[in-house]
């Protein structure tokens, strides 16, 4: 297979075999013409295997349930979610259809919408809206009364988000509702997405089996400018994840007015430094390099890259996110490690600094481009290696 991170290979796609090319078409004696002198063959690109997987994956059109083990993370989650499926009609790397309207089911007496308000931007929130549950203080979508209330907010083009603890599960009611809730959503053309709330300990393993969608958020730290980082693991495209594919990064930026938005890309690691090392490899810089510039041992460097999934010099077509290079030189003299010559380092490679602007990265999905100022700040020791 191609190393479509190979320069030598980027350069161009056309094999020459005298400096007077000539472009052939399809002829059956194009391999025997192409050793003649002054004939040149046009190579075709081949599609990368993320590319064609991705085009060829059915949308979410099932149950999706989301588990996180810190409540803290819940009004975040629901909020970028909903930015990802208003604006990129994606989630957890999953298409969805368009959607008129997002509901959010909230018990009467939980402040979890208000947050979510507060987190999600602006342009978003106009196709938000909050179902109050009354008189009580918290929702359980997988009992029987649950998915009944929530069946009749499922309307065509609509999306209906809910949320619950761990705690509050029956398993054995459970299984029975969400099989009875995917072949509801599946008629009526919309889709579910349920988040659970739970603790380390508590296995959420048997949900996967019965949900349409499976998806495991946990946090991670922010790059340059962010104020925080979540990863969506789509379990249910775990075969997908060495592709890059099913890991998705969320960074939340804030600007000085406190309106949030959130730009999405591959997942590479969860410590900065590991993936501005990844980066910088990718652009070839040498370990070596890399450590001196960061001000950490060359080993740790090492260790951090050996233990991706994905390694910085791949052939699944996995890049840098487009702005990378900006963000980072916020940070460090990227002059020799990452020169602006590099493929995809020049002022067309960058990320506008338009907070709405979804840009397409080379993961094949849009991310949104953070602002690009107030990006001063600088990663805590305690994170790095």
Known sequence: MANYNDPSQKKTDTIHASSTPKAMGSDSNAPNRAREPGVAVVVQAAELPATKIRTSMKSAKRVVVATMNDPALLAMSIAATADGIVRDRIIADLSVTPVSAITILSPSG????????????????????????????????????????????????????????????????????????????????????????????????????????????????????????????????????????????????????????????????????????????????????????????????????DDLLVPPNNEVGMKPPKGSRNRWATLYNLDEVWPLKSPDAGVAGEATNTPHSPKTGDSGHAAKAPPMTNCTNSLSSKTLP
């Open 110 to 305: 939980s402040r979890v919408s208000e947050a979510v308000k507060t987190f999600t931007p602006k342009d978003v929130q106009a196709q938000l809206q909050t179902a109050r549950i009354g008189h009580c203080n918290s929702f359980d979508p997988f009992c029987p009364e649950g998915a009944h209330i929530l069946k009749e907010y499922l309307k065509p083009g609509t999306c209906v988000v809910a949320y619950v603890e761990y705690k509050n599960l029956k398993r054995d009611e459970a299984t029975g509702v969400l099989a009875h809730l995917n072949a509801a959503v599946e008629q009526a053309d919309a889709f579910v997405v349920i988040f659970v709330v739970c603790t380390k300990k508590q296995d959420t393993s048997w949900l996967r089996a019965y949900a349409g969608e499976f998806v495991e958020i946990t946090k991670c730290e922010p790059g340059p400018g962010a104020q925080t980082a979540i990863v969506f693991t789509n379990v249910s495209l775990v075969d997908h994840h060495a592709l890059g594919i099913g890991r998705v990064m969320i960074e939340a930026f804030v600007d000085s007015g406190g309106t949030y938005t959130y730009r999405s890309e591959p997942f590479i690691a969860d410590r900065a430094i590991i993936r501005f090392a990844w980066c910088a490899r990718n652009k070839e810089a040498k370990i070596e390099q890399i450590a001196a510039l960061v001000g950490r041992n060359k080993s740790n460097v090492s260790r951090g890259l």
